[in-house]
């Protein structure tokens, strides 16, 4: 009978734990540092740093009671003739919450506005420029955060502390 014994040192247990209690913090660390960032750059790509353009005069109203409203709204908000001011794009934010056992990685716009301008609600008539569908870009961000953390808990598992 042919056998062998392989003995394992207590240090590679110890090692092993102290590289296991660590994985939370490391991921962690790199959601707030590296996939942050990523998915921040690619938001500011191509969510705040759009150009739309003007749109085409002359303008045709869907209604007169359009017209009215959008011209009564202007004035009450002192902005005849319009200005854009880029407050819209300016308005989203990445940002994340760390605790010991999660992290929340999030992209938001609160200009309260966001449906009606670039989302499904927007009006697409063909005298207002197109603007782009949030919903399409913040989907592939998602897609992009979810593959760079998966990517880096592997690294963590292979090689202990992600490099």
């Known amino acids: 009978m042919v056998s062998f014994t392989v ?3 207590k240090d590679v247990f ?4 102290k590289e296991i209690a660590a994985a939370p913090t490391t991921m ?3 959601v707030t540092r590296t996939i942050r960032k990523t998915v921040d750059d690619y938001v500011v790509r191509n969510l705040v740093n759009i ?5 085409s005069y002359p303008l045709q109203w869907r209604s007169p ?3 009215r409203y959008v011209m009564w709204k202007l004035r009450k908000d002192d902005n005849l003739p ?12 990445t940002t994340s919450v760390n605790d ?11 200009s309260g506005i966001t449906e009606y301008v670039a989302g499904s609600s927007a009006d697409r008539q063909p005298m207002f420029p197109q603007w ?16 760079l953390a998966i990517d880096a808990w592997y690294g963590i598992l292979d090689q202990g502390v992600f490099k």
């Open 7 to 9: 003995t394992y040192d």
């Open 14 to 17: 110890e090692e092993l734990q």
């Open 28 to 30: 962690n660390i790199y």
């Open 51 to 55: 150009t739309i353009p003007k749109p």
């Open 65 to 67: 009671k359009q017209r």
């Open 82 to 93: 319009f200005k854009r001011t880029g407050a819209f794009q300016k308005a989203w934010k």
């Open 100 to 110: 010991r056992t999660s992290s929340i990685l999030t992209v938001s716009n609160d």
């Open 132 to 147: 782009y569908h949030y919903e399409d870009v913040l989907l592939k961000a998602e897609e992009m955060a979810t593959n």
